[in-house]
């Protein structure tokens, strides 16, 4: 019970550093703690497939495509200024108290059909088979709109990341290839000659 706690306050700490963070690389770390903690709460819980996938699938390869994504998006330097979408921060805000207000009412009157004991048999341990088949057959609709929220996230991360290149003298690339470039060519058109007055 004492692993259950301390993996269960390890994985919201790193929720927590994973949405406050401010360099896309420190909250990507943040969320690879938070699925570790979440692999060892379920090795707690004496199931081993869903601890090895834990780890193998989303701590291995889903955050090495989130990394990939970072730095080829050159998210990787924290975020300064106004926000690149207007109203985000009210709307995340909104939509935190919202989620949250679902997951209590969810919390204090679902009741589910089976006990805990006969669920926990169906499973048998966590093997393969058994979880897969009450994961495509009972749970398919979250087991589905979860792979549509991952790839809401990815798409929404691409989209906030994308920022304009700036020009360091304010002159477009257009207007650039026509001012003159020889040296010559610029004195004679700034400084003016002494005879003329």
């Known amino acids: 019970m004492i692993a259950f706690i301390l993996l269960g306050a390890l994985a919201l700490v790193g929720a927590v550093i994973t949405v406050a963070a401010r360099n896309a690389v420190h909250a990507a770390l943040g969320l690879v703690g938070t699925l570790l903690s979440v692999a060892g709460l379920f090795a707690s819980l ?16 889903i955050m090495v495509l989130f990394l ?60 393969a088979g058994p979880v897969g088949e009450v994961l495509l057959t009972r749970f398919l609709l979250p087991f589905e709109a979860v792979s549509i929220l991952l790839l809401v996230a990815i798409v929404g991360a691409i989209a906030l990341v994308q920022r304009p290149v700036p020009q360091p003298d304010g002159v477009t690339d257009a207007e650039g290839a026509a001012l003159p470039t020889s040296p010559d060519l610029q004195t004679e058109t700034l400084v003016p000659e002494r005879g003329r007055a």
């Open 46 to 61: 004496n199931a081993g497939f869903l601890a090895a996938t834990q780890v193998i699938v989303y701590a291995g390869a």
């Open 68 to 127: 990939f994504v970072i730095m080829l998006l050159n998210a990787n330097q924290p975020v300064r200024g106004r926000d690149p979408v207007p109203f985000v921060r009210e709307l995340a805000g909104i939509g935190g108290v919202v989620l949250a207000g679902a997951f209590a009412v969810l919390a204090f009157t679902y009741r589910d059909p089976r006990s805990l004991a006969e669920g926990a048999a169906a499973l048998r341990g966590g093997n």
